[in-house]
């Protein structure tokens, strides 16, 4: 018995021993794979890094960082990592002249030393916890095999200000556990490693609390989209950890991956043109220079596809999208977080609404000074993609495309009716809108409906009101780029540079895109080279001023005289196509009321917006529905949905039958079919 026994015992530790040293290989594994990643993705300029090299000071500092700087967002004394690591990456790079370099490798030990030994704090904790711990840990695997002991422990407890902390959220928690996950098998600490492992997993879910929404949007801070800020750090990080995991006993579940890739696939490719967002994508970091390039996931899709193999075809149709070889075409809605995009082969459209289930902008460690009429109802077209990236220092923030207000509009009032209808290919939005001065004595009301079909966004306000303000009342339509000519029905000749204020306007005409007027109205057209600096929205960005030429087309309303207008954007090639449109129109206008705001198109396409119970005329009869909701009629079929997220019960009621349909309290869409 005595014998069994110590055999058992004998077979535990060998066990546990095989155990161990399996442990310590997958450390290995990890480590190595991340520095491979690193050496991959990376695109560092060798001329930068010889720049560094020659201007780095005796004490390894650079004289043009500011090492007293106390800015929470983006802290420039954290500049000094970023150069360590990319003087790092191509010392450790083969195949360029800096590999192996031993005069790199002394400056770069100069810059170690420094921050070593004068640890400098951020006010901001996710600089010292997350951001700076990030950068040594790139630093510190990619000389893994190059710093001798003092410098290496050093080092390491730099990275070791991370905190592995269970109650951070999304990406938060994604950063800090990543971070610990890499010093965990820096340091064999095979039981945090686990850890750390099993917090990303837990995170990668689909819920309503912070992270990946039921319809694949991402949010953080609250119910805020933030698709390419937070999103961005969440899924990127998360896929790149699955792929380093690969083959391990820490290999991510198989619905793990699936989630991420669906996200990326659902979500994110959508919410962009290419490489390309817009503002309402990403929140307060839009006031970031080059963030509207942020889309750009081309880099991770090898490592994707190694993780989904099953997903090759979709993630190489993604990357020929990024790289503009294709397109995406159809509408997509994304009901937990108040956005549309719209994809056509020549342009791709997007709107941030707002309703009492999402959250206003914010503006926080003194980022988007300006942004507080972001997400209410913004609006892009999107073409080349540089129609409004990096326009943000000269955007006038008070017309922001799309937007409908006046001076001194300060914030949204959120209302609950905000939703959407689509079959995939159209799609129509609406916005129970009302925009307030600070103190809320001033206020504007509307309906704003939009309908999205072939290369027709037609746009609906309806039932304007006006509480004491005293000024006029506008819709900004577009604000651009300037790009080449400008025309309107009006003018024989080009507008020249300066600010035209026009009478009865019918269109305008500016870089391929076509505004038409349903009716005729006054005009405010702003083409003007503005001056700004990234500073003014943004206090961590720099303070240089840049000039830019902008095209701000404004639409003015009287509420008093004519309460419902709309306009229409569209691709044309000329201004003769545009004429030739106006003069025979693809749409028709059948409802733009309080009531119901409805357009009818060819094939037989009905889009509508009943705000309360309603009648719209439909071929040779009549649609009536007894409840508000959003309607789409296409191919005999009829897409309904309920943007109040209530799950109301409504009955429809054409020439032939009667049906009573219980809606999704998610604002989904349902099909009916047989009814028409």
């Not at 689909?206 to 961005?232: C, N, T, V, W």
């Not at 391990?248 to 669906?262: G, H, R, Y």
């Not at 073409?383 to 799309?402: A, F, I, K, Q």
Request: net charge positive.
């Amino acid at each position: 018995m005595r014998r069994c026994f110590f055999s058992i015992y004998v077979i535990l530790i060998l066990f546990s021993l095989l155990f161990a040293f399996s442990g310590y290989g997958q450390s290995d594994t990890i480590i190595n794979r991340y520095r491979s990643y690193l050496l991959q993705i990376d695109t560092t300029d060798i001329a930068y890094v010889q720049k560094l090299h020659n201007s780095i000071r005796p004490d390894g500092t650079w004289s043009d960082i500011n090492y007293q700087d106390t800015e929470p967002a983006a802290w420039n004394v954290s500049e000094h990592l970023k150069r360590l690591q990319a003087m790092a990456t191509l010392f450790t790079k083969p195949n360029n002249a800096l590999y192996q370099d031993v005069s790199l490798l002394r400056s770069i030990e100069k810059a170690i030393d420094h921050w070593t030994e004068k640890r400098y704090q951020s006010s901001n904790w996710w600089h010292n916890q997350i951001g700076v711990p990030r950068y040594m840990r790139d630093i510190i695997i990619l000389l893994r095999h190059y710093l001798d002991d003092n410098r290496w422990q050093k080092a390491l407890s730099v990275m070791a200000q991370l905190q592995v902390n269970d109650h951070y959220l999304a990406g938060n928690l994604i950063w800090c556990a990543d971070l610990g996950l890499h010093y965990a098998a820096l340091t064999d600490d095979l039981q945090l490693m686990q850890r750390c492992r099993d917090l990303i997993v837990k995170e990668v879910k689909i819920g309503r609390g912070e992270g990946i929404q039921p319809d694949y949007s991402f949010q953080q801070h609250g119910a805020r989209l933030q698709m390419y800020q937070y999103g961005k750090a969440y899924i990127w990080e998360s896929l790149r950890i699955a792929w380093q995991l690969r083959g391990t006993s820490l290999a991510f579940p198989d619905e793990k991956v699936q989630i991420l890739t669906d996200v990326v696939l659902n979500g994110w490719q959508w919410m962009a043109r290419g490489i390309y967002t817009v503002p309402g994508t990403m929140d307060r970091s839009s006031s970031r220079k080059g963030e509207l390039r942020a889309a750009d996931i081309r880099p991770l899709i090898p490592f994707i596809v190694a993780v989904s193999p099953e997903r090759k075809r979709e993630l190489m149709e993604m990357n020929a999208v990024m790289n503009q070889s294709r397109s995406l075409k159809g509408f997509r809605y994304y009901p937990f977080s108040d956005f549309a995009a719209y994809h056509r082969p020549e342009f791709s459209f997007f709107l941030k609404t707002i309703s009492t289930r999402t959250l206003p902008t914010e503006s926080i460690n003194r980022e988007n000074l300006k942004g507080k009429l972001l997400n209410s109802c913004d609006a892009y077209l999107i073409r080349t993609g540089e129609e409004y990236t990096d326009l943000m220092p000269v955007w006038d923030w008070n017309r922001l495309p799309g937007v409908t207000a006046f001076q001194g509009a300060h914030a949204i009032e959120r209302k609950e009716f905000v939703g959407s209808v689509s079959d995939g290919v159209s799609g129509v939005s609406v916005m129970d809108y009302v925009i307030k001065d600070s103190i809320g004595r001033q206020k504007l009301s509307a309906k704003k409906l939009w309908v999205c079909y072939e290369d027709f966004i037609i746009c609906l306000i309806a039932g304007i009101k006006d509480e004491q303000i005293p000024g006029r009342i506008y819709t900004a339509i577009d604000q651009c780029r300037w790009h080449g000519s400008i025309a309107t029905d009006l003018n024989s000749i080009e507008l020249s540079e300066g600010t035209h204020v026009l009478h009865g306007v019918s269109w305008v005409y500016h870089n391929g895109f076509a505004y038409i007027l349903l009716e005729s109205s006054d005009m405010e057209i702003q083409l003007k080279s503005v001056t700004g600096s990234w500073h003014d929205i943004n206090r961590a960005e720099s303070k240089t001023v840049i000039t830019e030429k902008v095209f701000t087309p404004v639409i003015y309303h009287n509420s008093k005289e004519n309460n419902a207008t709309g306009y229409v954007l569209t691709r044309a090639n000329s201004t003769a196509a545009v004429n030739k449109l106006v003069r025979r129109p693809h749409w028709s206008v059948i409802s733009n009321d309080e009531n119901v705001q409805a357009v009818h198109l060819k094939k037989n396409v009905l889009m509508a917006a009943f705000h309360n119970a309603g009648t719209v005329p439909y071929k040779k009869g009549k649609i009536n529905v007894d409840k508000a909701c959003l309607m789409l009629v296409k191919g005999g079929k009829i897409y309904i949905s309920d943007p109040t997220h209530k799950g109301a019960t409504v009955t429809i009621t054409t020439h032939r039958h009667a049906k009573t349909i219980a809606l999704p309290k998610d604002g989904k869409t349902i099909i009916i079919e047989n009814l028409l």
